[in-house]
């Protein structure tokens, strides 16, 4: 399933989305157009997160 051509394409697709956006390493999370990079940071995202509920 991996291997298919489908799966590959979107690969690449949402990669591509995501150096669009400013990503420049693993792990990145985005909330809306806030952009959080590194573990370290997942307190700030569940804290931006839960902010918009």
Partial sequence: ???????????????QRAVDRGTFGSPTFFVDDDIYFGKDRLRDVEEAIAAKK
Avoid: F, I, R, Y
């Fill in 1 to 15: 399933l991996v291997q298919t051509p489908e799966v590959k394409d979107k690969l690449l697709a949402e990669t």
